[in-house]
């Protein structure tokens, strides 16, 4: 599975941004999503993991209630809605694929995209 993100830019605190994770390949029905992060000088964290069909969501609490992932197997893509953004929400955002749901581990995802950078500024 290849993946791209993209939908990153420069917005203001309390602004809106949809994330897209574009996937190739036959196989994206079959496989978990998730979005992480990374800020300058910080690992790389989990943001929210759905699963492969789509019934299953799981997020970071400090993104719980204002983040909403979801999928379209028919588009090969998933989403990433970000609402309420805050300065702390900066950081570089990639999707990712594992082949089960449940993980909010880096290594338990097999499959990365290049990563989309969101700035919040205040």
């Known amino acids: 599975v290849q993946l791209q993100a993209y939908g990153g830019g420069l917005v203001q605190a309390g602004d809106s941004l949809r994330l897209s994770c574009a996937a190739s390949?036959?196989?994206?029905?079959?496989?978990?999503m998730g979005w992480f992060r990374q800020a300058p000088g910080k690992e790389r964290e989990f943001v929210a993991s759905?699963?492969?069909?789509?019934?299953?969501?799981a997020y970071a609490d400090s993104v719980k209630a204002r983040f909403t992932i979801r999928r379209d197997n028919a588009k090969n893509t998933v989403y990433l809605q970000m609402n309420s953004l805050k300065p702390e929400d900066t950081a570089v955002y990639y999707c990712?694929?594992?082949?089960?749901?449940?993980?909010?581990?880096?290594?338990?995802?097999?499959?990365w995209g290049q990563g989309t950078l969101v700035t919040v500024s205040s």
């Open positions: 990712a694929a594992a082949p089960s749901y449940g993980s909010i581990l880096v290594n338990d995802f097999d499959y």
């Open positions: 390949g036959r196989t994206f029905s079959s496989y978990a």
């Open positions: 759905i699963s492969w069909g789509g019934r299953g969501t």
